[in-house]
């Protein structure tokens, strides 16, 4: 019911009710995260959740804004507010909060005295990119943002696929995204090929961001508006994973000059929730938006019932745990990089 008369003491980054080890919160928080689509915050502050936090996201004049989802003063949520006059407005006492976080205005005082320099948000870092706002928790991030060819070319027209909400941690989507023995036999509907074909070898590359690896398949299905007839298509797939949660697949027709790429980036809202941003778009320039929409939900509605009920819900970063093939290459070098580059998964101390 109450908080301790010593807030000092006991005050911690982490959130209440964190789902996280605090280890790894700490590491996860010093990332670029996706939090909302940048079309989604126009005129009214937005309500969104990273790593347990609650945050609320709103844009100015000066650029976009997120912070903890509560007014400094009673603990309000800002999410609940409005812009006006440039400012994000309390809608419990009516505070004014500039964009990067500073109290400008508290009407309840004469305009003679001064606010309380502490009297601010709990500003998080933000930018946006590629149409998606992106927020870290921490002062300073540990890495970059990912770098997407073709989505990152603004002469092309891009399609932003609505979020979805899947009850799985991030990193159980990331490897689902980036494995490959899965396509004939849970993509039925979408674009997978013959059960019996051996995937092939492939090796997996260190990048400065991430991982990356090329994949030839066929493709059951003829997804390509490029004029080129057939009931399947061989493509060639060329993953690039930026850590800890972001993947660019670039698809190209062996037949044909066309790419398709396809960006995911995933938003661990806690421990075992995700929120998935997907934007894709093709060299074409003009790629049709109700086509790529309608053949994305089927791929995630295919994909998500088979992550959801993966267990452990934790993703083993001890490799002993699970057997695994040799089509698992991406999926143990992914394991081994979180753990080598980041510590994630230390064991917990007793």
């Known amino acids: 019911m109450f908080s301790s008369q010593n807030s000092q003491k006991h005050a911690s980054e982490l959130p209440r009710g964190c789902t996280f080890n605090e280890d790894d919160w700490h590491i996860l928080a010093g990332f670029w995260h996706p939090v909302v689509y940048s079309h989604e915050v126009l005129d ?20 976009i804004g997120v912070a903890r989802d509560l007014c400094p003063h009673r603990g309000t949520r800002l999410s609940q507010g409005w812009i006006s006059d440039n400012q994000l407005i309390c809608p419990m006492h009516g505070l004014h909060f500039a964009a990067e976080g500073r109290c400008t205005r508290i009407p309840a005082m004469g305009e003679a005295q001064r606010i309380p320099p ?37 002469t092309l027209t891009k399609v932003w696929v ?12 990331v ?25 092939p070898n492939y090796d997996v590359t260190t990048t400065p961001f991430g991982l990356t690896f090329a994949f030839p398949y066929r493709e059951g299905f003829n997804r390509f508006d490029d004029g080129i007839a057939g ?5 060639v797939y060329t993953y690039e994973l930026t850590y800890p949660f972001s993947t660019l697949i670039t698809i190209a027709p062996v037949d044909s000059a066309m790419r398709f790429y396809f960006a995911d ?11 998935i941003f997907q934007v894709l778009t093709d060299s074409s320039g003009n790629p ?13 509605a295919e994909d998500k019932p088979m992550v959801e009920e993966q267990r452990p819900e934790d993703l083993p970063l001890d490799l002993t745990a699970e057997m695994h093939i040799p089509a698992d290459r991406m999926s143990l070098e992914y394991r081994r990089g979180l753990v080598r580059h980041f510590g994630l998964g230390a064991p917990i101390a007793s």
């Open 231 to 235: 009931a399947s298509r061989d493509v």
């Open 118 to 154: 502490k009297m601010r948000l709990q500003s998080c870092l933000a930018t946006e990119k590629y149409g998606i706002v992106w927020a870290c928790l921490k002062p300073v991030a540990i890495w970059q943002l990912p770098e997407w060819a073709g989505i990152g070319d603004e």
């Open 175 to 199: 490897e689902n995204f980036n494995d490959v023995a899965h396509f004939p036999w849970v993509h039925t509907q979408s674009f997978g090929g013959d059960r019996n074909a051996q995937i």
């Open 162 to 173: 609505p979020n979805d909400v899947w009850n799985a941690g991030a990193s159980r989507h």
């Open 288 to 300: 049709d938006r109700d086509y790529w929409l309608k053949d994305s939900e089927i791929i995630n």
């Open 265 to 275: 980036a995933v938003c661990p809202v806690s421990a075992h929730v995700s929120k």
């Open 44 to 63: 009214k502050p937005v309500r969104a959740r990273l790593l347990d936090v609650d945050l609320v996201v709103f844009r100015t004049d000066d650029g």
